[in-house]
């Protein structure tokens, strides 16, 4: 494939919740989507979660009415309503939203790579050969956060792609469905096509870098974050990255946020009394402070120790 093209990345798949009355997502549709979806109508029954559903060119929904007093609308672009709509036309919708300080949240976002220069098989093999490589004490050649056991294959040999290459609709499956990052390679369409589909905070967060900045910048964003779930020490993979670095992105779950939280306060307030103390005294008082602190400890640093399995 070479250096990528600005046809051969998009996203593939959006969905934003807007804290919002019904009107007033209509009329941010109308305004951000309406030239390129068209005109929304209403679908006779409603949705997960929703009582109502307006619906638009290409399988745009605007899903509304969750009950329980509550107001806020869905704003969901499958695939095809994707391609249709111009990628500054996400930008502007998520400044404006950001801009008038509007509740939002991007609950799911999928990125996609047209003609990528491996195929599905090759992808699901590389996986394969390096958990019997692990197994054997071998050094591994992927890095990534999920399981090597969760890839799976799926081949249709007598299916002719659509584009009349051939025979064979293959697809390689890489990650959990339940984690926030899973990966997808197929080729039913022709040249093969990977995407990462990005679930919860992940997807808030990755779409929020993407969003935020230029087309031009997308490609350089959406890489990193995806080196961030995994990398492949082979030509190919190589190939398809480039010089792209990943994100180092870190999102800190509760537990995670409470020990820095402790750990921040320890650092500033302090260290810089038992750094003199233990001076003067050799070190005796960390062993009594640890001693005394043990016994004192409250409900929220025992929640923490069970949290870290303590």
Not at 186 to 212: C, D, F, H, M, Q
Request: hydrophobic fraction near 35%; charged fraction near 30%.
């Amino acid at each position: 494939m070479g250096e990528i093209n600005k046809k051969d990345y998009l996203i593939d798949y959006l969905t934003i919740t807007v804290h919002l009355p019904l009107s007033n997502c209509v009329d941010l549709y109308n305004h951000h989507f309406g030239d390129a979806l068209f005109d929304l109508i209403d679908l006779p029954h409603g949705a997960k979660g929703f009582k109502g559903v307006k619906e638009a060119a290409l399988g745009f929904q605007l899903k509304h009415s969750p009950g329980n007093n509550k107001e806020y609308c869905s704003f969901m672009f499958p695939g095809e309503a994707c391609k249709a709509v111009p990628p500054e036309f996400f930008t502007y919708f998520y400044r404006t939203l950001a801009r008038q300080e509007i509740k939002f949240n991007i609950t799911r976002l999928d990125f996609a790579y047209d003609d990528v220069p491996f195929t599905p098989r090759d992808f699901f093999q590389v996986v394969e050969d390096d958990k019997n490589r692990i197994e054997k004490g071998g050094k591994q050649k992927i890095r990534t956060l999920s399981q090597r056991d969760t890839v799976k294959f799926i081949t249709e040999p007598f299916l002719e792609k659509e584009d009349g290459s051939g025979l064979s609709r293959d697809t390689c499956y890489f990650g959990s469905r339940l984690s926030e990052r899973f990966l997808r390679i197929y080729n039913k369409r022709g040249p093969t096509r990977l995407e990462i589909e990005y679930k919860g905070k992940r997807a808030a967060y990755v779409a929020s870098e993407i969003l935020k900045e230029d087309e031009d910048k997308w490609l350089d964003i959406s890489l990193a974050h995806l080196l961030d779930f995994i990398d492949i020490d082979i030509s190919w993979w190589k190939e398809f990255i480039g010089d792209h670095q990943r994100a180092y992105a870190k999102l800190h779950s509760a537990k995670e946020k409470s020990l820095e939280k402790i750990s921040g306060w320890l650092l500033d307030q302090v260290s810089p009394s038992l750094a003199a103390v233990t001076e003067c005294t050799g070190g005796q008082i960390l062993s009594d402070m640890l001693d005394e602190g043990a016994k004192r400890m409250h409900k929220n640093h025992k929640n923490l120790l069970s949290q870290y399995g303590k």
